[in-house]
């Protein structure tokens, strides 16, 4: 299948699937994650195929959402339940993969590219990386709660209720990332680590995947997502002054001009605390 908003290649063993929006910074829309379904639907079923490196094109691993102006704007609790079943669906299509998926993660990582950084098995960072999870400062929030199951508590309520950023060093240190390497490697390294992976016996991958997963499960990890896609579509449907500033300022100047206006005002926040 030709792929608008992806590619996908397999060398020996190792697939890669990668995210190519780069103009809008990989951001996700419903096209990019219904190529990703249909993509890694295939893959599961090649049994050729042992190991998956997902990455971005350009600057970015993924910037978060689209949230550039829909044709059809979502207004109803049933359209965000279904906007975030979308996106959950495509995270557990590799939660659940009898593929090890290594995430290779170059530039920025936000919002629902984060969630899919941490949805892979293991997180290969380059060292101009930047993860986060920036949704709470314009009114939103995480739609697949996995950073609880990932970081430890203090962490996961610093970065998810302040919204701010860090770099890959920062992410390798709090257990975000598994590792750190140069910009220039970063695929190769990736890849040599996915063929590592692909020369398990795939029965061994596959069921000891399955046991882990099965074990975070039982501890009710299926439960928080399932809670945090409701909490998601709570915090969509309320309403604040910053929400209607954040979104006012993208529908006349665009969304570049509000996340600067965001910005600026978070920063000028931190320098009045100081």
């Not at 295939?42 to 997902?54: G, H, I, N, T």
């Not at 596959?206 to 945090?228: E, I, P, W």
Request: with cysteine.
């Amino acid at each position: 299948m030709n792929y608008q908003c992806i590619s996908v290649s397999v060398d020996r063993w190792i697939a890669t699937l990668t995210l190519n929006r780069p103009e809008k910074m990989n951001a996700l829309n419903d096209d990019i994650l219904l190529e990703m379904q249909h993509a890694l639907d295939a893959l599961e079923q090649d049994e050729s195929v042992r190991a998956l490196v997902v990455t971005g094109e350009g600057r970015a691993f993924c910037a978060g959402f689209d949230l550039s102006p829909r044709e059809e704007p979502l207004t109803t609790v049933k359209d965000w339940r279904d906007h975030v079943k979308l996106g959950n669906d495509t995270w557990y299509r590799i939660w659940r993969s009898r593929l090890p998926v290594v995430a290779a993660v170059n530039g920025f990582c936000l919002g629902g590219g984060c969630d899919l950084s941490m949805v892979c098995d293991i997180t290969i960072a380059a060292d101009n990386a930047e993860f986060g999870e920036p949704e709470i400062q314009f009114q939103s929030a995480p739609p697949f709660a996995i950073m609880p199951w990932v970081l430890g508590m203090k962490k996961t309520k610093e970065l998810l209720l302040t919204g701010d950023r860090i770099g890959a060093e920062e992410a390798v240190r709090i257990g975000l990332a598994n590792r750190v390497v140069p910009a220039g490697k970063l695929l190769q390294e990736a890849q040599r680590l996915a063929l590592k992976l692909a020369m398990i016996p795939p029965p061994a991958m596959q069921l000891n995947k399955q046991g882990l997963n099965r074990a975070y499960d039982l501890r009710g990890f299926q439960s928080t997502v399932d809670l945090g896609a409701e909490i998601f579509t709570l915090v969509l449907m309320s309403e604040s002054q910053e929400s209607r500033d954040f979104f006012e300022v993208a529908a006349k100047q665009g969304l570049k001009a509000a996340f600067k206006w965001r910005d600026a005002r978070f920063a000028l926040s931190a320098e009045t605390a100081a």
